[in-house]
């Protein structure tokens, strides 16, 4: 039985647009798949710089307690004097390492003895502000 020569070369065409659809589907699945790839990424890395935020917060609390607490009542351009705060170790409070990124302190501005805005500079390059408060 021979095919009726109308039809003859219908199957070719139809199997390229096939594949074609196919290809076409299979990329943007892809491409989909490697834009939340890269969302998840950038979500994660984000997550780790809060959390280490948070750790360099925590950080700094603990260390200004004794004659370092002297030193959070002035901004930190002035902590330089030896008149402010004698017994004050500067160093604790200016730079660290948590998470295995390094900070360092830019400005810490307080607020009237109830807290401050705490600037810092991370390894990386990047610039923190945070706003740390207590109760008097």
Not at 115 to 127: P, V
Request: charged share 15%; hydrophobic share 40%.
């Amino acid at each position: 039985m021979r095919p009726d020569p109308q039809q003859r070369g219908f199957a070719l065409p139809l199997v390229l647009a096939t594949s074609a659809v196919l290809l076409l589907s299979s990329l943007s699945l892809q491409m989909l798949a490697s834009q939340g790839q890269q969302r998840s990424r950038q979500a994660l890395m984000t997550a780790q710089l809060r959390d280490a935020e948070r750790s360099v917060v925590m950080l700094f609390q603990q260390q200004a307690v004794g004659p370092n607490a002297c030193l959070l009542l002035y901004p930190s351009s002035e902590w330089k004097a030896s008149v402010v705060c004698p017994a004050a170790s500067r160093s604790a409070l200016q730079s660290g390492l948590v998470q295995d990124r390094q900070w360092q302190l830019l400005h810490w501005q307080p607020h009237g003895g109830h807290g401050g805005t705490l600037q810092l500079l991370w390894s990386d390059g990047r610039q923190s502000r945070l706003e740390l408060g207590w109760m008097p």
